[in-house]
């Protein structure tokens, strides 16, 4: 599946042909939970100095 499982909206959405398995489960969440990581990862460093907003002078 190369979509989120709740997307019943997206093409290749389609209805399983059997209930997914305990061990199918266990997989599906490890990869969730991997690709989560992963997108973690690639916001670092979250502690990026913040750009201070300076309002620009009213004109006369």
Excluded at 17 to 35: G, M, T
Aim: aromatic share 4%; glycine share 0%; no cysteine.
């Amino acid at each position: 599946m190369n979509h989120d499982r709740h997307d019943i909206h997206h093409p290749d959405h389609k209805t399983p042909a059997k209930p997914e398995s305990p061990a199918d489960k266990k997989s599906r969440k490890a990869h969730e939970s991997d690709n989560q990581d992963q997108a973690l990862d690639e916001t670092f460093p979250a502690s990026d100095p913040v750009s201070p907003f300076v309002p620009a002078k009213a004109p006369d």
